[in-house]
């Protein structure tokens, strides 16, 4: 036992000196200085201050564009708005009172609003010409609204979308649009109370336009498919008389027909004739038609109290009085 | 020293006095004026013309108290009939416009129905009270209605009626307007002309036989009170009837008649079912004068917001009032609005009000309650009871 220790310390000395140094706690021959307690966190100067490096900015590239330049090519897409490279002096930006505002440099301003600096009137045109060599030649017979209208009543609307990113589908794409004059389906009366009923809120009033938006589908030819079969549907549907709707009665019509009503033969009672033969009847069915039809209001009631008047023949209240308010 | 300065006081209070005086006669001389401008003394609406409008007219107190006795003018206004101590009149344009109408027609023509409307207190039933007024002093046969509503929304009593199969009889209503009508019409009821054209059989044992008098029917519809809404519908067809024949000339004159209209009344049926207008057996009398399928006469009456439920009462237009089956029931009809006072009206009406004393004068009020007001007469009279 005695000499398996001795043999493990002489073995101990014959290893390297350095890892032997690295393993032992015990100081190194040279003693080491013992280190002063920093208690005032005065600086050590042994640090060097480290030197910023400074950027070098070019002049901006405005300086050395010639004034025929070509700007499509300078600008050629939509792109936020740089003031290196617009040749402009733009301000904009609040200050105070009486100072200018900011110029283009550092101008967030500038840089937050859209610009169309990629769309200048020439490069639409190049782009047009450009474009000119896909498009066919437009019929020469078209040459009037009336005729469009008339040879192509239905007018189909979708969007295309261009992306630089990773998809290039957009969801909006299968939108498809479907407007046409209700005047072109060439329905009768009956059909046409029917078109509006089953239409509903698409109807405009005004300008006598159905518009029909399919979304529905995950196509846009689907869509285009679905538009197709609901104007073929609406037409047909409308046009058919099924047996509930000879059932209609007064209190369904949409609008007041003064021939259908009670105030006629009360009318024809009390002239005891027909009331065609009725002198001043038109501006009384009128008057009643429009109080029905237009609703209750002062001016629809004054009208027809006027009607009456001359209905009956009687004196109206302004021949009474010329009272000033 | 001490008489002269006396001398000269006194020479002065002389003076000022003699100031005074004239002072005071000049102002009495003004308020005499503004008497004239607000009141006139025509008290027959029959020569009331656009001359008088915006003017106060007094009904004399013994047509008052024939036409009015049993209700007819509103209860507020009412009430300040005693305190003004007469009944004050305004002749305004509807009023004006309908008597100017019932003068030029063609009484052998069917009969012209006007219906009067406006929003609430603008003053239908006191338009109605003076074309009342009108008729009553050119011989016309009265048919006043006071207020349907009192029928439809506040019945005394119901029971179910004898002669019709599911109707509602209201007795003591019926008997009530029976004795309104004869008051109404004493004089003109008189006549031994107005004989009834059938025998009536009230029962076994009761008949009115053919050829007695108005008065004995309405006499008989009061004493016996279980026929007296029956006895209505018969006065009713008589009255057409001696109308056509030229006997007597009408005016049916109803107040509220939307309420004949309205489904939602206060009478009850036995297990608390509601019964509609057109159930009640008296509605069957108006509606019948209201028709035009007769001569001689002519009808007035009014639509009110007041007289259907308050849930209901969205607008004043006579179409919504009368609603399909109203409308057409009057159609052709003169439709004649009752608006609230112009400046005129409201400056007599405050001038009559100062004469009464019923008001303090002060600087400024006239401008400040027509503003409060907003015009409406009703609003005016409950604005005042605090000036």
Redesign the interface.
Known sequence: MLNLTRNLELSFRKIDKPLYKAYCNASQGKHDEFKALNIRNVKDHSHSKRSVKKTQVLPPRTNQMAVDQDWGSVWPGPRSFHPATVPLPIRQGYTEKGAPPPDKYANAELMKIPNFLHLTPPVIKRQCEALKQFCTPWPKALDTMEKINKHFPIEVTSSDYCYSGPSIRDPMARIVTLRFNLKSLNLDDRAKDKFLRLVGDRYNKETDLVTIVADRCPLRKQNMDYVMYLLTALYHESKKIEPWEELKSQADMEYYDWTK???KT??E??FKCKFEEIPGIDK?SDA?SE??NEG???YT?KK??EA??T?????F?K??????? | MLNVTAKLLLRSTFHKSIQIRLVAATAEAHHEQILQSFRTPVTNPTEHNSDHLARLYSIPKEDKTVLFQHGGLPKIFATHIKTFNETCLMVREPALDIINCLKTIDYNKPVVRFVLYGQKGTGKSLSLAHIIHYAYLNDYLIVHVPWVGNWMRRPKDNSNSETKQGFMDLNIDAAAWLLHFKTQNAKLLKNPDLKISREIHWTKRETTPKDSTLTELIEHGINRIRFASNCINILAEEIKLLSCAGLCKTLVAIDGFNAFFYPKTRVFADRREIVPPNRITLTEGFLNLTKFDWKNAAVVVTVDELVIAAEDQTSHLPRYLLGKTGFEHLDPFIPVEVTGFSKKEHQSIMDYFRERKWIQPYQGIDEELYFLSNGNPFYLLDLVKSY
């Open positions: 009503h009670a105030s009360n009318v009672d009390i009384f009643v109080y029905m209750e209001n002062e009631i027809y109290g009456v008047r209905l009956l023949q009687l004196p209240s021949e009474i009085t010329n009272k000033p308010l």
